[in-house]
């Protein structure tokens, strides 16, 4: 097996690649082994929709539903005990990636219940509780960049527990994620934990923006809106890297935590799989390269990218400038972008509490047919 040339010259540029799926059968088969071995893949990230695929293929599944029935597990243990389990057996896959990365990569992320997108409290007691039952230091455990979620990512942070915050549209919401993730730093050196060994990344969406602002700019219908099409996700992606820079190599609060050992919170880019087939497959994956970032993408946009992708080098660096003038083009021919973003962040919500609760359906039917 040989390592794919596209995929390797993009981590050589400083992405770090991560696979945005999981499955017993991608676990069992070798073949997320065959993904570290050949397409440069350092880590992995699951959310509801995810393991909602999973269960519901094939029937790798079926002899733990059975066991689990036979045991008198209810539908919310019988998820979380299956869920975990897969996790904990990625992070060990990926436990040499995780020692030769120094615990930067050979990362592993689970999401909280995404009912508890709104609930401070209950989402900081899960995150402790998923932390201890996969029981592996390359865990990042998902937290929603909603408004109860930002308390909860300093609380758990505090807690010594590494993070992958999710579900971040605007530069605005990621300023406060960053916040969070400082405070967190403070208050776990504070207790006391090494601050060298918590992780973070902060996953800012991307194809979902031009989603939703393509729309509108279609809706409006002028010469000027049409031409801003397919422009919104990279330059609010673009933005995001320069407040990244802004606080981590610039700022005065962070070296002091460099000091103490603090790592930066990387950018990450998800929802890279490009919904619009008039653009190119791996557009949110080429233009987007920087040092020090993460892309998770989809297994088809991956292939896609070691097919035919291309590494622009001067796709983030040098265009702060430029990708603020296009969104405030893109607010001048009309589009509410405030509005955009609190969309966004419901839908997403929305759309993660939909698949948990088509899991929760299916699960029940399966224990109910093994009992």
């Excluded at 607010?331 to 997403?348: M, N, Q, R, Y």
């Amino acid at each position: 097996m040989s390592t794919n040339e596209r995929l390797a010259e993009l981590s050589e540029a400083g992405v770090s690649v991560w696979l945005d799926d999981l499955s017993r059968d991608l676990l069992r088969s070798g073949r997320l082994a065959e993904l570290i071995a050949t397409r440069s893949v350092v880590g992995v990230t699951t959310n509801p929709s995810i393991f909602q695929a999973a269960l519901s293929a094939g029937d790798s599944y079926a002899e733990q539903v059975a066991a689990l029935a036979a045991g008198g597990a209810d539908v919310d243990a019988a998820i979380r005990t299956i869920t975990t389990d897969d996790v904990r057996d990625a992070c060990d896959v990926f436990a040499p990636v995780f020692v030769e990365s120094d615990g930067v990569d050979g990362r592993v992320s689970i999401e909280v219940d995404p009912r508890l997108a709104h609930d401070t409290d209950g989402t900081v007691a899960q995150a402790i509780e998923l932390w201890q039952a996969v029981d592996r230091p390359n865990l990042l455990i998902k937290i929603p960049a909603t408004k109860a979620g930002l308390p909860a990512i300093t609380r758990v942070l505090a807690e010594g527990i590494s993070v992958n915050v999710t579900l971040i549209f605007s530069v605005d919401r990621y300023g406060e994620v960053i916040e969070a993730f400082l405070d967190g730093l403070d208050a776990a050196l504070a207790a006391g934990h090494d601050i060298a060994t918590l992780h973070s990344v902060a996953s800012f969406f991307v194809s979902r923006v031009d989603t939703e602002i393509d729309k509108r700019l279609e809706a409006i219908g002028t010469d000027e809106a049409l031409a801003l099409r397919g422009k919104a996700g990279l330059a609010n992606a673009r933005l995001a890297y320069a407040r990244y820079l802004d606080v981590f190599t610039r700022e005065v609060r962070f070296p002091d935590l460099a000091a103490q050992g603090a790592r930066p919170q990387r950018a990450l880019w998800a929802s890279t799989g490009t919904k619009n087939p008039d653009y190119a497959d791996t557009l949110y994956v080429s233009e987007l390269v920087a040092p020090d970032t993460v892309n998770t993408m989809p297994g088809k946009t991956m292939e896609a990218f070691a097919d035919h992708g291309w590494v622009d080098r001067e796709s983030i660096i040098g265009q702060e400038a430029s990708a603020r003038e296009t969104m405030t083009q893109i607010a001048a021919a009309g589009v509410d972008l405030d509005d955009v973003f609190v969309l966004l962040e419901d839908e997403g919500v929305t759309k993660f509490i939909d698949a948990w609760s088509d899991l929760l359906a299916a699960t029940a039917d399966q224990l109910g047919a093994k009992a």
